[in-house]
């Protein structure tokens, strides 16, 4: 098994991945809070992590992926203030929070397939699993980790040495945000302490309820992931995930209650993916005009075009979001896409060459192991579609990477877009000549010449300018 290593947030820096049980890899994923569509920096975010469960998959691990949904409980601050997103959505829209659930998740899911995200082995609503939620809490309550004030229970953060582990924060910084919090919360015993269930709710409109040993009520957020990843990934888990912002307060909570409750380690590497800003800062869904993945379609842009745009940045970076990154992207896809369609077309020049083919795996393997460097993969794949081989082991190596880049890129252009793109690859190849011309390089001109020979396609100067025909 190949060597693959990455930056923990727990420990700090880059460690060598071993996971727990020898080839196999448990892997949970912070899923959406389905109150609205999924914007494009949520989405850089899942094809990040689609990245480290492909590289898994590629490296020979047996991967399973567990992923929630977020249908309850999860209040606009982040943290225990603030109205509740599910009711904000319904109210907004006119509808139940379960159908608002419903239709968001689905839009999720239509999003994960444009961009060819792996769905997850399992995705779990958070409303599915009340009884195991309410079973931890009362672990919670039994071992001494949680105490009941003003009618919710809450996790007395108190009762751990290390709850800060995961996050720069600390107690002192912490209270200047919870001093700015105009909606502080008087029953809290520490700062830090959370909701594990709510049942004196602040909101009357509060639709989803259901009964518990405390009274009736709901979750609150951060139980579902601890419950969901220990339902079905059991009691030591390898990998986490999630973006940055989710890293306090809600996997040092998820963290807390978790290791409380099974009273050991739980999660061994913390995986976080940086924001996509654009150049007014983080994007996020509750600053409204939220720019998704239908947006991008309609401005004509292949949602592959932005998983490229993704994978060129290291996930470690935060990403700046523009258009004229996109268009540049745009044209560099189609043009890898052209050439990718090229050499499948001229493939049967004879075998593989297993020998070339092994040492760009290799190198892809390596790059990719090594933090995910995905735009070292991307670099990689660009030395094959220029390297001193047959097309046959060309071939073989895109589709191979692209078991892990998923760029579609030996998936048929359509017929009549195959002209349109040679069309427009000739008119640059004439353009280019023309201006080689111009700067007396003849040399240079010559050889563009050839090269359209060499792809059939016969070039011819008049006063008029240059035209182009197919050679008989
Ligand atoms: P949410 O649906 O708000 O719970 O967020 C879903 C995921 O997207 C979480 O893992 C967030 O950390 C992540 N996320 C939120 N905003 C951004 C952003 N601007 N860039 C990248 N990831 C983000
Ligand atoms: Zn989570």
Not at 19 to 33: A, D, I, M, R
Not at 289 to 317: A, D, W
């Amino acid at each position: 098994m190949s060597r693959i290593r990455f930056y923990n947030t727990l420990t700090k820096k880059v460690d060598d991945f071993k996971p727990v049980v020898e080839g196999k890899v448990s892997l949970y994923t912070c899923g959406p809070t389905v109150y609205h569509f999924a914007h494009i920096g949520n989405l850089r975010c899942y094809i990040m992590e689609d990245i480290l469960d492909r590289t898994l998959r590629y490296a020979g691990y047996d991967v399973k992926r567990v992923m929630n949904i977020t249908d309850v409980g999860h209040l606009s601050s982040d943290a225990d203030t603030g109205n509740d997103k599910m009711v904000e959505g319904a109210k907004r829209e006119h509808k139940t929070v379960m159908e608002i659930a419903k239709f968001y998740a689905d839009a999720f899911f239509s999003d994960l397939n444009k961009l060819n995200i792996r769905m997850p082995d399992v995705v779990e609503p958070a409303t599915n699993c009340i009884p195991e939620f309410i079973n931890m809490i009362q672990g919670l309550l039994d071992k001494g980790y949680a105490y009941q004030a003003g009618d919710n229970i809450y996790f007395d953060t108190s009762k751990l040495e290390n709850y800060y582990a995961l996050t720069n924060q600390n107690e002192d910084n912490l209270m200047v945000g919870v001093r700015d919090d105009v909606d502080e919360d008087t029953n809290k015993k520490n700062k830090a302490d959370f909701v594990l269930w709510f049942t004196k709710s602040k909101f009357e409109d509060q639709e989803l309820k259901w009964e518990s040993p405390w009274g009736v009520g709901y979750p609150g957020w951060h139980i579902e992931c601890s419950c969901i990843s220990m339902k079905h990934l059991g009691e030591r888990i390898d990998i986490h995930c999630g973006g940055v912002d989710n890293i306090f307060p809600h996997h040092t909570n998820e963290i807390a209650q978790s290791e409380a409750f099974i009273g050991h380690k739980w999660c061994n590497y913390w995986f976080h993916v940086h924001h996509l800003v654009d150049k007014n800062g983080k994007m996020s869904k509750s600053k409204g005009g939220i720019l998704t993945v239908s947006v991008l379609e309609e401005k004509g842009y292949n949602p592959l075009v932005y998983r490229m745009f993704c994978l060129q940045s290291h996930y470690r970076k935060p990403l700046e979001f523009s258009y004229e990154v996109m268009d540049n992207m745009k044209a560099a896809y189609d043009k890898l896409i052209r050439t990718t369609n090229r050499i499948k077309k001229d493939a049967n020049d004879g075998a593989v060459d297993k020998a070339v083919f092994d040492s760009y795996k290799e190198k892809f393997l390596d790059a990719l192991g090594d933090d995910f460097n995905t735009s070292m993969a991307i670099t990689l794949l660009y030395e094959v579609l220029k390297a001193d081989t047959n097309n046959a082991t060309k071939l073989a190596l895109i589709e191979d990477f692209d078991q892990v880049l998923c760029l579609d890129l030996t998936k048929e252009v359509e017929a009549a877009s195959v002209d349109s793109e040679l069309e427009g690859f000739i008119n640059e190849k004439i353009a280019e000549r023309a201006e080689a011309k111009k700067n007396k390089d003849f040399a240079k001109a010559d050889a563009i010449r050839d090269e359209l020979l060499s792809k059939g396609i016969v070039l011819k100067d008049s006063r008029e300018g240059t035209t182009w025909s197919l050679a008989e």
